[in-house]
């Protein structure tokens, strides 16, 4: 991080911050052995200018993981770059094109990364719903109103596919609609043509607008997707910095050559009026979610040394 040109004041703010970081416990990552994954839904970013405070609050919250998927990016990508100067020449970022109209509402979903960590392997691209030829035409019949983007990593000898989606708010039949038109993508991709995708471990993660784990819209997401939540999250209640308990973000998975460990949760920068009081005490209260966020960052961490699988599997064949 550059601390450079940051006034006193950002100092003994940021300090109080980290002491809310070192709260959460997220463990150190180590090369080869371990990543640290997280999501965050960053309000409205790049839609109006934020002030220093708020981009230096941001970076130094992404400064804690290895790779996030970063939803409610939007088409100006100014504060974005200012973010990235803070975090230093070895982030590097696989970015969406952003959509037009307003059920789009201009978002990009981003995937940051420290490349010392965790590489980036070549494969980028939007998920569509899936499509029946009428006429001549081929339409799709469900409505994504922000599309799903994934990209490929590796971290040690773990390679992995990230899938990262923004849901709909709104009615909950067409939320109920897309979600379970989603998990019957990732279905059809990693069971009925399994031979045929990128790679077989995926890990999926987002804002899906949840408000609990195991209710009709979690049920949509995951019963024919066969994703499964990491233990170390089966007991995170909030999300989002609301009042109540809400699972708006999730880390779900299809993983066959990994481990995630018992670390996982979210960095609480919300709660005792610390943004308001502490973070920016000279703004508004109604204003100092867009500064940071109305999402907390939910994260969990890895083991990426899968050579007792790899020794596994080639003795399975080998016999």
Request: charged residues 25%; hydrophobic residues 40%; aromatic residues 12%.
């Amino acid at each position: 991080m550059d601390y450079s040109n940051i006034t006193a004041s950002q100092a003994q703010r940021l300090i109080r911050l980290n002491e809310r970081i070192a709260a959460a416990n997220i463990p150190q990552s180590s090369l080869d052995q371990s990543l640290n994954v997280a999501t965050w839904n960053i309000r409205n970013f790049g839609k109006a200018k934020r002030y220093d405070d708020g981009i230096l609050f941001i970076a130094q919250i992404l400064y804690q993981f290895d790779l996030i998927a970063i939803t409610e990016v939007r088409d100006d990508l100014t504060d974005f770059k200012r973010v990235l100067q803070l975090l230093g020449p070895q982030w590097k970022f696989v970015i969406s094109d952003w959509q037009p109209d307003r059920g789009g509402n201009q978002e990009r979903i981003a995937f940051l990364y420290d490349e010392r960590i965790v590489s980036f392997t070549g494969l980028a691209a939007e998920a569509s719903p899936a499509r029946t030829k009428a006429g001549s035409e081929y339409t799709a019949t469900q409505s994504w109103w922000r599309y799903p983007y994934f990209a490929s990593f590796q971290a040690g000898h773990f390679d992995f596919i990230i899938l990262a989606m923004h849901a709909r708010w709104g009615a909950p039949e067409g939320r109920l609609e897309e979600l379970a038109s989603f998990g019957d993508w990732i279905s059809r991709r990693w069971d009925d043509h399994q031979d045929r995708v990128f790679d077989k471990d995926v890990i999926v993660v987002g804002d899906f607008n949840i408000k609990r784990i195991d209710d009709e819209f979690y049920r949509a997401l995951t019963d024919r997707s066969k994703l499964k939540m990491p233990r170390a999250l089966a007991g995170v209640q909030d999300t989002a910095t609301s009042p109540g308990n809400k699972n708006y973000d999730q880390i779900l998975h299809r993983c066959q050559q990994t481990a995630f460990t018992d670390n996982g949760g979210i960095i609480d920068f919300a709660s005792d009026g610390f943004m308001e009081n502490v973070l920016f005490p000279d703004l508004p209260a109604s204003k100092v979610t867009y500064e940071l966020s109305d999402h907390f960052p939910l994260w969990v961490q890895l083991n990426t040394d899968n050579d007792d699988f790899r020794l596994t599997t080639a003795a399975d064949v080998v016999d």
